[in-house]
Structure formats: C-alpha cells, structure tokens
C-alpha cells in the first residue's frame, strides 16, 4: 500500500502563489509516475500535472502551463505543485495521485491506483 498526504493548500487572492506538496509513504518502487487533479464544487474532477518516475518528463493541462510546474524529490519522497499565477477558476481541492510501475506521465485518471485526501485551493478576486 502507498499513502499520499498532501498539504499547502489555503486561500490566497488572486495573482498570488501556493505550493502544494505531496508526501509518500509506505511500499515504495522503482517507478512511479505522480501527478495532480482537481475538484471544483459542481464539476468534474480534472487533470492538473503530472511527473514521470525520475522527474525527467511531465505534463500539464492547458489551463494551467506556463503558471504551474510540477517537481519530485526521490530521496524525499515528496511531490509539489507550484502554482502561480493563480486565478478564481483555479479554486478546487486538489489531489495527489500515485500508480507504481508506471514511468511516465499519464494526464488519466484511471491510470492512478493511489489518491491523497485532497487539499482545499481557494483563490479570491
């Protein structure tokens, strides 16, 4: 089993910045790719980022490139999201999400075996 926390998540105004990050513990592998989706309040989840296993690839949703990069730290078994730039639009819960064995960046959610509680992101106009 992996477990996935994450924290940073708050609210900011408009503009602002926050970075999310993503702790990992239990099993550990090899491989595994990470990444980032979201939530807002009537809508359906969708894909922020995602980081392949050693942090050499990665992938972003249209909305948010150029704004938000995502980076891992192996040793640390940490993930973040640094998210600037932000926008009322961004306002979500945000989750972490996990699959073992796979080395790459994947913008699917069914690809993800392992999720995180999810961090609340508020951004104010």
């Known amino acids: 089993q992996v477990q996935l926390v994450e924290s940073g998540g708050g609210l900011v105004q408009a503009g602002g910045s926050l970075r999310l990050s993503c702790a990992r513990s239990?099993?550990?592998?090899?491989?595994?790719?990470m990444g980032w989706f979201r939530q807002a309040p009537g809508k359906e989840r969708e894909f922020v980022a995602a980081?392949?296993?050693?942090?050499?690839?990665?992938v972003y949703a249209d909305s948010v490139k150029g704004r938000f990069t995502i980076s891992r730290d192996n040793a640390k078994n940490t993930m973040f999201l640094q998210m600037n730039s932000l926008k009322p639009e961004d306002t979500a819960v945000y989750y972490c999400?996990?699959?073992?064995?796979?080395?790459?960046?994947?913008?699917?959610?069914?690809?993800?075996?392992?999720w995180g509680q999810g961090t609340q992101v508020t951004v104010s106009s």
């Open positions: 980081i392949g296993w050693n942090g050499g690839s990665s």
């Open positions: 239990g099993r550990t592998f090899s491989s595994c790719a």
């Open positions: 999400v996990a699959r073992e064995t796979l080395t790459a960046p994947v913008p699917r959610d069914q690809w993800y075996n392992y």
